[in-house]
């Protein structure tokens, strides 16, 4: 079964400073990979997919994540932090035979400071 | 541009009563999901939806949930009996279909909390 583990539940950076959030996943086959942000008292919204071809993926508001296959990967990074990021990360993986349900990763609330 | 929606936003209920939670999901999209968080946790699938019928559940979706799209527009959860452990954010998603790009459009949730 397919599982993904979220390295830190708690990341803090300062302003401007680069953000990196880790994503390792485990899957029997080829997965589709995403990463989802959750405001406070907001739904969840896509950041970034990856699903075939390049896998250098960008996203809204500047981020972007890389998919390793040999490290079982999708970390997830902004070259700068904004006051704005703060909020909860959220990867998941689905699997194209699995009907596109979403299994998620524990989360990644990420702090900025000024 | 199109959304998902969700009602209501925060339901307060008493233990062993029934809720229903309401879903709108965008339009065209032919998958529909239900899924929860249970505060600090993270969030965790209970059932997919397509062709009228469910197509997956994970073991949390027993026999006191069920799932209706009553008028091809509502995706509806219904909880019969609630238990205080079903206090939760509940969150329904759509997706357009399965050959796209497999993205879930994501309502904004409902709390339920059980007392």
């Known amino acids: 079964a397919q599982s993904v583990t979220q390295l830190g539940s708690h990341v803090s950076v300062s302003e401007g400073a680069l953000v990196l959030l880790r994503c390792n996943y485990s899957?029997?086959?080829?997965?589709?990979l995403f990463w989802y942000v959750q405001y406070p008292n907001q739904g969840l919204q896509l950041l970034l997919k990856?699903?075939?071809?390049?896998?250098l993926v960008k996203g809204i508001n500047g981020f972007e994540a890389e998919f390793k296959k040999s490290e079982t990967s999708f970390h997830l990074t902004k070259p700068s932090a904004h006051m704005s990021d703060a909020a909860e990360y959220f990867c998941?993986?689905?699997?194209?035979?699995?009907?596109?349900?979403?299994?998620f990763g524990q989360g990644t609330e990420l702090s900025v400071k000024p | 541009e199109p959304e998902v929606t969700q009602t209501p936003s925060h339901q307060v209920t008493q233990m062993g009563q029934e809720v229903i939670l309401r879903c709108v999901p965008i339009?065209?999209?032919?998958?529909f999901y239900w899924y929860r968080q249970i505060l600090g946790q993270k969030v965790e699938f209970l059932v997919s939806?397509?062709?009228?019928?469910?197509?997956?559940k994970s073991e949390i979706f027993d026999d006191q949930f069920s799932v209706e799209r009553p008028d091809g527009s509502n995706f509806t959860l219904k909880i019969r009996s609630t238990k205080l452990e079903d206090s939760a954010m509940y969150f329904c998603?759509?997706?357009?279909?399965?050959?796209?790009?497999?993205?879930?459009?994501f309502g904004p949730g409902t709390r339920l909390t059980v007392t």
């Open positions: 899957s029997s086959v080829p997965p589709y």
């Open positions: 998603a759509s997706m357009a279909d399965r050959g796209s790009s497999y993205e879930q459009y």
């Open positions: 939806f397509y062709n009228n019928e469910i197509s997956e």
């Open positions: 990856y699903t075939t071809g390049a896998t």
């Open positions: 339009s065209n999209h032919l998958y």
């Open positions: 998941a993986v689905s699997l194209y035979n699995q009907g596109g349900k979403l299994i």
